[in-house]
C-alpha cells in the first residue's frame, strides 16, 4: 500500500498544476513548479534581494542601537544622581524654595522633565526593538526561501542520478527512504511538539510592552523542537531535516471549537516531491490551549481570544 502511495506521489510530481489547486500561498509557485527553469530563477532572485535588504538595514540598526545605548546610560547616571542625593536633595529644595507653593512648583517641573526623558528613551527603544524585529524576520524569511530551494536541489539530484530508472523503481526509492529514515522520526517529533505546547503555551506567550499584543514567536519553539518552524501570514512551514532527507510541511493554525487552536497540516514535499493527502494525515502538529493563553495578565477578562499568523509567530487577539 505505502509503494502506490508513493508512486503516486512521483506521479503527480510530473504532471500538471491542476493537482496542487488546493495550494495557494506565497510560495506556492516556487514549491509546485519545480522543474520551472523561471521559476527557480524567480526564487533565487527573492533570496538575492532579501538578502540585500537585509545587509541595508544593518547600518541604520547599528546607528540606532548605538544611539539607545549611550542615551540609556546618559539616562541611568541621571537617575542615579537624583536617587544618590536622597533627603539631602529634598532638604536643600525646601531650604531654598519660598514655601509649600514654590516647592511643589520645583517637584512639578523636575518630574515633569524626568517623565520626558524616560518617555523619550522609550519611544527610541520602541523604534530600535522595532527595526530589530525586522531584520529577524527578514532573516527568517531568507532561510525559508533557501530551505526551498534545497528542496529543489533534492528533488533535480535524485532525479539526474536516476535518469535511467523505471517510474516505479524510484517510487520504490522514495519508500524505503521515508520508511526507513523519515516517517517514525518525524511522528515522533511532532508528538514531542504537541505536548510542549501543551505544556508551555502560557511561556510561549510574551511581549515587548505592556501595551502590545502578545506574540507567540517562532523562536521558542524552535529552540525546543528537533524541526524548525517558520511562522508566515499565509502559512506555517515545519522543516525535518538529516543528511540527504528534506522535508517541509505546509499548514495552518486554526480555532478548534472555542477552547483550541491547532496546527492542521495541508501539503508536504519530500526530497521535492509533493506528499500525498495519505501521508499528510498521518502527521499532527501542535494545539494550543486557550485555557492556558487567559491566565495571562491582560487576557483574563477577554470575551474571546483568537490566534493569527503574522511573520515570525502567532499574535494572540482578544475581544472584550
Same mark, same amino acid.
Request: hydrophobic share 45%; proline share 2%.
Given at each position: 500500500?505505502?509503494?502506490?502511495?508513493?508512486? /503516486?506521489?512521483?506521479?503527480?510530481?510530473?504532471?500538471?498544476?491542476?493537482?496542487?489547486?488546493?495550494?495557494?500561498?506565497?510560495?506556492?509557485?516556487?514549491?509546485? =513548479?519545480?522543474? !520551472?527553469?523561471?521559476?527557480?530563477?524567480?526564487?533565487?532572485?527573492?533570496?538575492?534581494? /532579501?538578502?540585500?535588504? @537585509?545587509?541595508?538595514?544593518? &547600518?541604520?540598526?547599528?546607528?540606532?542601537?548605538?544611539?539607545?545605548?549611550?542615551?540609556?546610560?546618559?539616562?541611568?547616571?541621571?537617575?542615579?544622581?537624583?536617587?544618590?542625593?536622597?533627603? !539631602?536633595?529634598?532638604?536643600?529644595?525646601?531650604?531654598?524654595?519660598?514655601?509649600?507653593?514654590?516647592?511643589?512648583?520645583?517637584?512639578?517641573?523636575?518630574?515633569?522633565?524626568?517623565?520626558?526623558y524616560?518617555?523619550?528613551?522609550?519611544?527610541?527603544?520602541?523604534?530600535?526593538?522595532?527595526?530589530s524585529?525586522?531584520?529577524?524576520?527578514?532573516?527568517?524569511?531568507?532561510?525559508?526561501?533557501?530551505? @526551498?530551494?534545497?528542496?529543489?536541489?533534492?528533488?533535480?539530484?535524485?532525479?539526474?542520478?536516476n535518469?535511467?530508472?523505471?517510474?516505479?523503481?524510484?517510487?520504490? +526509492?522514495?519508500? @524505503?527512504?521515508?520508511?526507513?529514515?523519515?516517517?517514525?522520526?518525524?511522528?515522533?517529533?511532532?508528538?514531542?511538539?504537541?505536548?510542549?505546547?501543551a505544556?508551555?503555551?502560557?511561556?510561549?506567550?510574551?511581549?515587548?510592552?505592556?501595551?502590545?499584543? +502578545?506574540?507567540?514567536?517562532?523562536?521558542?519553539?524552535?529552540?525546543?523542537?528537533?524541526?524548525?518552524?517558520f511562522?508566515? =501570514?499565509?502559512?506555517?512551514?515545519?522543516?525535518?531535516?538529516? &543528511?540527504?532527507?528534506?522535508?517541509?510541511?505546509?499548514?495552518?493554525?486554526?480555532?478548534?471549537?472555542?477552547?483550541?487552536?491547532?496546527?492542521?497540516?495541508?501539503?508536504?514535499?519530500?526530497?521535492?516531491?509533493?506528499?500525498?493527502? /495519505?501521508? @499528510?494525515?498521518?502527521?499532527?502538529?501542535?494545539?494550543?490551549?486557550? !485555557?492556558?493563553?487567559?491566565?495571562?495578565?491582560?487576557?483574563?477578562?477577554?470575551?474571546?481570544?483568537?490566534?493569527?499568523?503574522?511573520?515570525g509567530?502567532?499574535?494572540?487577539?482578544?475581544?472584550?
Amino acid at each position: 500500500m505505502r509503494r502506490v502511495l508513493l508512486l /503516486t506521489m512521483l506521479l503527480l510530481a510530473f504532471g500538471g498544476a491542476g493537482v496542487y489547486a488546493h495550494l495557494t500561498g506565497a510560495f506556492s509557485n516556487y514549491l509546485l =513548479s519545480i522543474v !520551472d527553469v523561471d521559476s527557480t530563477e524567480q526564487l533565487r532572485q527573492e533570496i538575492d534581494a /532579501t538578502k540585500a535588504q @537585509i545587509e541595508s538595514m544593518k &547600518p541604520r540598526l547599528a546607528e540606532q542601537t548605538a544611539r539607545f545605548a549611550e542615551n540609556r546610560a546618559a539616562a541611568a547616571e541621571q537617575l542615579l544622581l537624583l536617587d544618590s542625593m536622597g533627603v !539631602d536633595f529634598r532638604i536643600g529644595l525646601l531650604q531654598q524654595s519660598g514655601g509649600p507653593t514654590e516647592l511643589m512648583a520645583d517637584y512639578w517641573v523636575l518630574e515633569r522633565y524626568f517623565r520626558q526623558y524616560v518617555q523619550q528613551l522609550d519611544e527610541l527603544y520602541r523604534e530600535n526593538a522595532a527595526l530589530s524585529g525586522e531584520e529577524r524576520k527578514l532573516r527568517s524569511y531568507n532561510l525559508l526561501l533557501e530551505k @526551498i530551494e534545497q528542496g529543489l536541489e533534492a528533488r533535480n539530484q535524485f532525479l539526474a542520478s536516476n535518469a535511467d530508472v523505471h517510474v516505479e523503481q524510484l517510487a520504490n +526509492y522514495l519508500d @524505503i527512504d521515508w520508511t526507513a529514515e523519515v516517517e517514525e522520526e518525524l511522528i515522533g517529533l511532532l508528538d514531542r511538539d504537541r505536548i510542549t505546547v501543551a505544556e508551555g503555551a502560557d511561556e510561549w506567550a510574551s511581549r515587548e510592552f505592556a501595551d502590545a499584543p +502578545y506574540l507567540l514567536n517562532e523562536a521558542w519553539l524552535n529552540e525546543r523542537s528537533g524541526l524548525t518552524y517558520f511562522f508566515r =501570514s499565509d502559512h506555517v512551514y515545519a522543516l525535518f531535516e538529516k &543528511p540527504d532527507i528534506h522535508v517541509i510541511l505546509l499548514g495552518q493554525v486554526l480555532p478548534v471549537g472555542n477552547d483550541t487552536a491547532a496546527l492542521r497540516f495541508e501539503a508536504g514535499f519530500f526530497n521535492g516531491f509533493h506528499m500525498p493527502d /495519505t501521508l @499528510i494525515e498521518e502527521l499532527n502538529g501542535f494545539h494550543v490551549p486557550f !485555557d492556558r493563553l487567559r491566565a495571562l495578565p491582560g487576557v483574563e477578562e477577554a470575551a474571546s481570544i483568537r490566534l493569527r499568523q503574522i511573520a515570525g509567530a502567532l499574535q494572540l487577539d482578544t475581544e472584550s
